[in-house]
């Protein structure tokens, strides 16, 4: 019974890594079509233009894979994998609601963001394999991005493992308390931006700048191939919103019924964070690279810093 229990989870775990990602872009068509009036997706297929995301699929899936001539074949291959795989590997540990979790480790938090991290190197190959000059500056771009905002990602999550005392993200919801907004609050924005800007988001987007290195790491690449990458960023979106959810917004408490709707107070969190990152797209222009690497260093680590200090006298204080 307990095999066919955790079999389900997987399965269910599996199903939301195939629908959440859809879900949140199928939302970014329709919500920047609304923000910058642009027609298209608002009228595709008729109602509403609900047929934009299968004729995104069905363009991705009719086009033809190209290997560059001097491309490293088996790395240029293996890349959209590396890059999607960890988000699903990251949602198994992540609580739904009150034991819906396929893995509820005691080292939930650490495992999650070692895995997360793998996910930015799956840029690195792209852009090393494909033997373009374009190709290979988005590589590099996202290494130096994946060195600068992996530091305050790291320290503000330690932070909320420091105030939880538990590396568990269940223990962590269950220590959770609204006024933890008032002195963990900017380490939720720290942890959210930096979250954004390893997945390349805009304003982070300096390793895809199509303005100035066409795709970046992505350029070289077509068909169902560049539709792995795509759905990996959209996984990466569900994956950072739900982890700010857990760690900062209490995961599936809500106002009533935390038992019987956990799993629905996570799903809005969760959402209306994603409305934030599109949002964000369509009011902000792209950081350059020295304003992208400033930010990180002489703004957010020094903020994480603090905050992890912070937390740390409020725990001696409360003990």
Same mark, same amino acid.
């Given at each position: 019974?307990?095999?066919?229990?955790?079999?389900?989870?997987?399965?269910?775990?599996?199903?939301?890594?195939?629908?959440?990602?859809?879900?949140?872009?199928?939302?970014?068509?329709?919500?920047?079509?609304?923000?910058?009036?642009?027609?298209?997706?608002?009228?595709?297929?008729?109602?509403?233009?609900?047929?934009?995301?299968?004729?995104?699929?069905?363009?991705?899936?009719?086009?033809?894979?190209?290997?560059?001539?001097?491309?490293?074949?088996?790395?240029?291959?293996?890349?959209?994998?590396?890059?999607? !795989? /960890?988000?699903? &590997?990251?949602?198994?540990?992540?609580? #739904?609601?009150? @034991?819906?979790?396929? +893995?509820?480790?005691? *080292? $939930?938090?650490?495992?999650?963001?070692?895995?997360?991290?793998?996910?930015?190197?799956?840029?690195?190959?792209?852009?090393?394999?494909?033997?373009?000059?374009?190709?290979?500056?988005?590589?590099?771009?996202?290494?130096?991005?994946?060195?600068?905002?992996? !530091? /305050?990602?790291? &320290?503000?999550?330690?932070?909320?493992? #420091?105030?939880? @005392?538990?590396?568990? +993200?269940?223990?962590? *919801? $269950?220590?959770?308390?609204?006024?933890?907004?008032?002195?963990?609050?900017?380490?939720?924005?720290?942890?959210?931006?930096?979250?954004?800007?390893?997945?390349?988001?805009?304003?982070?987007?300096?390793?895809?700048?199509?303005?100035?290195?066409?795709?970046?790491?992505?350029?070289?690449?077509?068909?169902?191939?560049?539709?792995?990458?795509?759905?990996?960023?959209?996984?990466?979106?569900?994956?950072?919103?739900?982890?700010?959810?857990?760690?900062?917004?209490?995961?599936?408490?809500?106002?009533?019924?935390?038992?019987?709707?956990?799993?629905?107070?996570?799903?809005?969190?969760?959402?209306?964070?994603?409305?934030?990152?599109?949002?964000?797209?369509?009011?902000?222009?792209?950081?350059?690279?020295?304003?992208?690497?400033?930010?990180?260093?002489?703004?957010?680590?020094?903020?994480?810093?603090?905050?992890?200090?912070?937390?740390?006298?409020?725990?001696?204080?409360?003990?």
């Amino acid at each position: 019974m307990g095999l066919l229990d955790t079999g389900l989870r997987l399965v269910a775990v599996f199903v939301a890594f195939l629908t959440l990602p859809l879900l949140v872009g199928q939302m970014e068509h329709k919500a920047m079509a609304h923000m910058q009036s642009r027609l298209g997706p608002m009228h595709a297929g008729g109602f509403h233009g609900w047929a934009q995301l299968i004729a995104d699929g069905v363009k991705f899936a009719q086009k033809e894979h190209v290997v560059p001539e001097h491309a490293d074949r088996t790395i240029f291959s293996l890349a959209p994998a590396v890059a999607l !795989l /960890p988000y699903l &590997l990251v949602l198994l540990v992540i609580p #739904l609601g009150p @034991g819906l979790v396929a +893995l509820d480790l005691d *080292i $939930g938090l650490f495992y999650a963001l070692a895995v997360l991290g793998v996910g930015v190197l799956g840029s690195v190959m792209a852009g090393w394999a494909s033997a373009n000059k374009y190709a290979l500056l988005g590589g590099m771009r996202s290494a130096a991005q994946l060195m600068a905002y992996e !530091l /305050p990602l790291v &320290l503000t999550a330690a932070s909320v493992a #420091l105030a939880a @005392g538990t590396l568990s +993200l269940t223990g962590i *919801i $269950g220590a959770w308390s609204p006024w933890w907004l008032l002195w963990q609050g900017t380490g939720a924005v720290i942890f959210f931006v930096a979250g954004l800007a390893e997945l390349h988001r805009p304003p982070f987007d300096m390793p895809v700048a199509d303005a100035e290195i066409i795709m970046g790491p992505y350029t070289e690449y077509t068909g169902l191939r560049f539709a792995f990458f795509l759905l990996a960023e959209y996984a990466g979106i569900v994956v950072v919103c739900a982890l700010t959810t857990v760690l900062f917004l209490g995961g599936w408490r809500g106002p009533f019924l935390d038992a019987q709707l956990g799993w629905l107070w996570t799903l809005l969190k969760v959402f209306a964070l994603a409305f934030v990152v599109v949002w964000l797209r369509t009011s902000y222009p792209r950081l350059r690279s020295d304003q992208l690497q400033k930010l990180a260093w002489q703004v957010l680590v020094p903020l994480a810093l603090a905050q992890l200090a912070l937390t740390g006298v409020i725990r001696v204080v409360m003990s």
